[in-house]
């Protein structure tokens, strides 16, 4: 009876993780494409000059 918990449980944590790695695949794929639309879309200064979006 162990092994056959130990199996779903290890069939369960991987499934979790195999999950999670998808999800954050999507978010960092969302991050990246609000990042290349801050270099598109970045506003002028009164004077001409392009601003920077992100303050690093």
Do not use: C
């Not at 979790?16 to 999507?26: E, N, P, T």
């Amino acid at each position: 009876m162990v092994p056959v918990l130990l199996v779903l449980l290890l069939a369960l944590i991987l499934f979790g993780a195999g999950f999670a790695i998808k999800v954050l695949w999507w978010v960092a794929i969302a991050v990246l494409v609000i990042w290349l639309l801050g270099f598109l879309v970045r506003s002028t200064t009164p004077s001409g000059h392009r601003s920077r979006w992100y303050r690093w």
